[in-house]
């Protein structure tokens, strides 16, 4: 929203100046919303067996044109240059939007920015479908079960341990599974937000600040 004010003033013989009513002028344009989702595979091990990730692939596609979704995967782009193409469409977002996406693609993707030495996510208007899902009991707030809940067309693509180790191998037919996969995720993913905003099932947007992310937790 722009607000411009034209103020309206006069002065006096008195040399005092008086404001009069001024003219306000608002120009509202909808907000630009980006659904997104990364896959990650597991790269070294710290302390306790605790394994520390590497993005490998982001897609992206506007609210507004699903259709048209973006895709860049490791093993055919370097990890430099789709970070730098996914944060020139994040930063023209009013708001972005995914599953879970405060708590794991969000701080990793910074994790990821870190290492390359670029600049971090600018703190955004997030609204994340799990995180921001009503308070719940007996039912899985994972994206595949909420999706099968809503009967969602677009179905969850699956992964079985064989298909995520040619993924994470990046060979080329695994490549191409991690492309149906990731895109399946966010053409779902709009669709689920759709129908969970128009129950009122979810919060309203929520400022993410890169510096204040949660620590990566997992709960199905």
């Not at 034209?6 to 002028?25: C, E, F, H, Y």
């Not at 677009?154 to 191998?169: D, E, G, L």
């Not at 991690?178 to 009122?200: N, P």
């Amino acid at each position: 929203m722009q607000i411009q004010i034209i103020p309206k003033l006069t002065t006096q013989a008195s040399n005092r100046i008086v404001l009069r009513p001024s003219t306000i002028t608002i120009t509202q344009r909808p907000w630009r919303v980006l659904d997104f989702d990364i896959e990650n595979r597991p790269l070294s091990y710290l302390g306790s067996d605790f394994t520390t990730g590497e993005v490998t692939a982001i897609a992206w596609a506007w609210c507004d044109k699903p259709q048209d979704a973006t895709v860049m995967l490791l093993g055919e782009t370097d990890l430099r240059t789709i970070l730098l193409a996914f944060c020139a469409a994040y930063n023209e977002a009013d708001m972005v939007t995914g599953h879970y996406i405060t708590g794991h693609d969000l701080p990793m993707l910074n994790g990821a920015l870190m290492e390359e030495q670029l600049p971090a996510l600018a703190d955004k208007w997030v609204q994340d479908t799990k995180t921001d899902l009503i308070r719940a009991k007996g039912i899985s707030r994972s994206q595949e079960s909420l999706g099968a809940m809503l009967r969602l067309e677009q179905p969850k693509v699956q992964m079985n341990q064989s298909k995520w180790r040619a993924a994470n191998r990046l060979t080329p037919d695994g490549l191409q599974l991690v492309r149906e996969r990731v895109v399946g995720d966010i053409q779902q993913h709009m669709a689920m937000r759709k129908e969970l905003d128009a129950l009122g099932y979810l919060s309203a947007p929520k400022l993410w600040r890169g510096g204040s992310a949660k620590m990566q937790e997992y709960t199905p």
